[in-house]
């Protein structure tokens, strides 16, 4: 059969992930070094994995409602109250499968087909497919490593057209580590108002930012933002929960309404035993996390002086767990560079073209890695870039 003429045409046009395609080569392989995979290091804490044995052993296997157990909304709405300083009632508040599956709801409720929705590249692998997928048009902003690879509202503003709907950001920023600033977020929120469009932002990485000195802001708690953002948020980065697959929406009651709509009927709900232990992790699992944070900022330095000293220009970024060095003095395609690195070292790094076409010329590493194999990975990586 010609399975070519049988699958949607919206979903062939997607690509499939370059961090994908990159890591099938490293799988299987002995003795590699791996700064790929965007995810903690740390096993979810005990207390948290305790929570949820405890919800097993208590037979508690059922399906839950659509929207999430109430005490996890409540738990939710309370942490962000005062976390991104944003008040939700627990019926403005969606429990997802991820921010992944989040996004996705986000985008199928608020696109019509051809609409355009506006983000910041280099990003996250899935946005632009997520768009494409949900019939919308993706329009991707160029960020710069002279700006720190934040998003200016003179860049956005450029993008604008009377087909814009939505705008998306994800500050920290994957890959680049990018935070963005109250004055920044600010001339958004205002090109957001004057053009009436809602604001999607990702902020899965919000507790890893390594200046404690200011709070987080977060663009829905900018004046006149609430009842156009869409916060979304997790447990996978901050309390090491990747494997529990829980994420939430808040928003006002109907866009969560129109989100829960689309859930309901592909995913029902979220799996009650990670929501159980989102509870305990909001609960009794914010020391934690200050813990985690504390030993990534360590690795972020060490990467990067390292990184800098053998020539290879790296900004310290504010968040997230990745860092971006710039490769282009090399001469070498991200692409190329990333695939000798791989042969010649052992040390798998995803090449920046796989996060959009502005990563060209850069590297992404995470360094949610265990100290001494960054160690190893970084002299690995000098005796590379000596040799070029
Ligand atoms: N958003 C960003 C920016 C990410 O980097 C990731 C995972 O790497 C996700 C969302 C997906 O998170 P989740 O595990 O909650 O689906």
């Not at 059969?1 to 499939?16: E, F, G, L, N, T």
């Not at 099938?24 to 207390?47: A, C, H, K, Y």
């Not at 813990?291 to 990067?304: A, K, T």
């Not at 990563?359 to 590493?365: N, T």
Request: aromatic content about 10%; overall charge negative.
């Amino acid at each position: 059969m010609d399975y070519s003429r049988k699958i949607a045409r919206q979903v062939a046009a997607v690509p499939r992930s370059g961090i994908r395609d990159f890591f099938e080569l490293v799988q299987g392989r002995e003795g590699i070094i791996s700064l790929g995979v965007g995810e903690p290091d740390f096993v979810t804490p005990w207390n948290i994995r305790e929570a949820a044995i405890y919800s097993l052993e208590k037979g508690q296997t059922s399906y839950t409602s659509n929207l999430g157990l109430p005490q996890l909304r409540k738990s939710i709405a309370g942490y962000v109250r005062s976390f991104f300083g944003v008040s939700y009632d627990i019926g403005e508040v969606l429990v997802t499968v991820g921010v992944s599956e989040a996004i996705d709801l986000a985008l199928r409720a608020l696109i019509n087909p051809g609409e355009e929705v506006i983000y910041h590249e280099p990003c996250y692998v899935s946005y632009s497919p997520s768009i494409v997928m949900a019939y919308g048009k993706a329009v991707a902003v160029e960020t710069r490593k002279r700006d720190g690879f934040s998003l200016k509202p003179e860049a956005l503003e450029a993008a604008i057209t009377p087909q814009s709907r939505v705008v998306m950001l994800n500050f920290p920023t994957n890959p680049t580590g990018a935070t963005a600033s109250r004055e920044d977020l600010e001339g958004i929120a205002k090109l957001c108002i004057e053009h009436d469009l809602i604001v999607l932002t990702d902020e899965i990485y919000s507790e890893l930012r390594y200046d404690q000195s200011e709070a987080h802001v977060s663009i829905a708690s900018l004046p006149g933002m609430r009842e156009r953002t869409v916060l979304l948020h997790g447990f996978s980065k901050a309390f090491a929960m990747t494997g529990f697959r829980l994420g939430y929406a808040c928003a006002p009651q109907p866009i969560i309404e129109a989100m829960m709509k689309i859930h309901q009927y592909s995913m029902l709900c979220a799996p009650i035993t990670s929501q159980v232990a989102a509870i305990e992790a909001l609960e009794n699992g914010l020391s934690a996390v200050e813990d985690m944070r504390e030993s990534y900022r360590l690795r972020r330095d060490f990467l990067v002086k390292r990184l800098n000293e053998m020539g290879l220009s790296c900004h310290s970024p504010g968040g997230a767990f990745y860092v971006f060095p710039d490769i282009r003095e090399t001469g070498l395609s991200s692409k190329d560079f990333a695939m000798r690195l791989l042969e010649e070292e052992g040390v798998a790094a995803v090449p920046g073209s796989a996060f959009g076409a502005s990563g060209e010329g850069f590297l992404r590493c995470c360094y949610a890695t265990a100290f001494e194999d960054l160690q190893v990975a970084m002299d690995k990586m000098q005796a590379f870039v000596g040799r070029l």
